[in-house]
């Protein structure tokens, strides 16, 4: 049941691309504090607590790793790079967080991890060659920070602990999130000057059905399964992204960018791999507030 639920929030997730190249605005940290605006009421409305009051700089680092830097860079490679290929970048979060959680964490990686980390470099350069068609060096470097912002994001998460429910602890991200994007884009002037009703319906779908439901489906299945066992369903994600631009965008990858993708999803196998044989796991740091969350 709950491993269902996350093949459903990953597989929701590979729509955000075509969602965001066929009926969103070119504005992309709009339509990131929009997402995560939106994406939060739903989960506000079921968590109804605040969190407290000393995690508040930490919950500000987290909505900006996690949300704000993810979506605004999210959005720009989405609007610069096929969808299929952006996914693939965005795929790369574990591999990033085997090169951080020694680092951070003082959780030495395997030998799997760290081939499956080369695999997965190795896959990045193929699908970042020319081949057929170029690709906007903006685009790439937007969809590489995305990738290492979620995986900064959720290492920072294991580290500092969660102080309230999960609808709770990821709806005051997403503010936090909202608020932080919602400043770049008016300071960038990022904002459309009107909407069409096309526009609107992208953005209620982005929010709602891409952010609010499959962020709770996720955390819910990671509650009830684990975070190994859910984790694989992640390759969904950049496979449907790949499969709708080829029947909506009638957008094909080169044959080395293919290989690339495919490299790339080796390299993640192998990191789920490792982890399930290697059990011993950092425990996750108590967070040290006095303050309990809130209940409104």
């Known amino acids: 049941?709950?491993?269902?639920?996350?093949?459903?929030?990953?597989?929701?997730?590979?729509?955000?691309?075509?969602?965001?190249?066929?009926?969103?605005?070119?504005?992309?940290?709009?339509?990131?504090a929009v997402r995560a605006g939106l994406g939060a009421l739903p989960l506000l409305l079921l968590a109804r607590e605040l969190?407290?009051?000393?995690?508040?700089?930490?919950l500000i680092v987290l909505g900006t790793l996690n949300a704000g830097l993810f979506f605004g860079l999210l959005f720009i490679a989405a609007l610069r790079l096929p969808g299929g290929v952006a996914s693939i970048f965005q795929a790369l979060s574990p591999l990033?967080?085997?090169?951080?959680?020694?680092?951070?964490?003082?959780?030495?990686?395997?030998?799997?991890?760290?081939?499956?980390?080369?695999?997965?470099?190795?896959g990045v350069v193929l699908v970042v060659l020319k081949g057929?068609?170029?690709?906007?060096?903006?685009?790439?470097?937007?969809?590489?920070?995305?990738?290492?912002?979620?995986?900064?994001?959720?290492?920072?998460?294991?580290?500092?602990?969660?102080?309230?429910?999960?609808?709770?602890?990821?709806?005051?991200?997403?503010?936090?999130?909202a608020v932080g994007l919602g400043a770049v884009a008016l300071i960038l002037d990022d904002v459309p000057v009107s909407l069409t009703a096309v526009n609107g319906l992208g953005l209620a779908i982005l929010a709602f059905g891409l952010t609010s439901l499959p962020f709770f489906l996720w955390f819910k299945a990671i509650r009830k399964e684990g975070a190994a066992s859910v984790a694989p369903f992640m390759l969904l994600t950049p496979i449907i992204a790949f499969v709708l631009d080829a029947i909506v965008r009638g957008i094909l990858p080169?044959?080395?960018?293919?290989?690339?993708?495919?490299?790339v999803i080796a390299g993640l196998i192998l990191n789920i791999g490792a982890g399930r044989k290697n059990r011993t796991k950092v425990p996750v740091q108590p967070v040290e507030v006095s303050e309990k969350a809130v209940t409104v």
Do not use: E, N
Not at 10 to 25: A, E, R, S
Not at 254 to 263: H, K, R, S
């Open 1 to 32: 049941m709950f491993k269902l639920a996350a093949a459903v929030a990953t597989g929701l997730w590979g729509f955000t691309y075509i969602i965001t190249t066929t009926m969103l605005p070119q504005h992309p940290w709009f339509i990131g």
């Open 51 to 58: 969190p407290p009051l000393r995690f508040w700089p930490k």
């Open 96 to 122: 990033f967080a085997v090169a951080l959680v020694w680092p951070l964490l003082g959780q030495r990686p395997t030998v799997m991890k760290v081939a499956g980390l080369l695999v997965g470099l190795v």
């Open 132 to 177: 057929g068609a170029g690709l906007d060096l903006l685009g790439v470097l937007a969809a590489l920070g995305c990738a290492l912002s979620v995986a900064l994001g959720g290492i920072l998460v294991q580290k500092w602990g969660q102080p309230m429910s999960m609808a709770g602890f990821t709806a005051w991200q997403l503010v936090v999130a």
């Open 254 to 263: 080169t044959p080395l960018q293919g290989l690339g993708g495919l490299l």
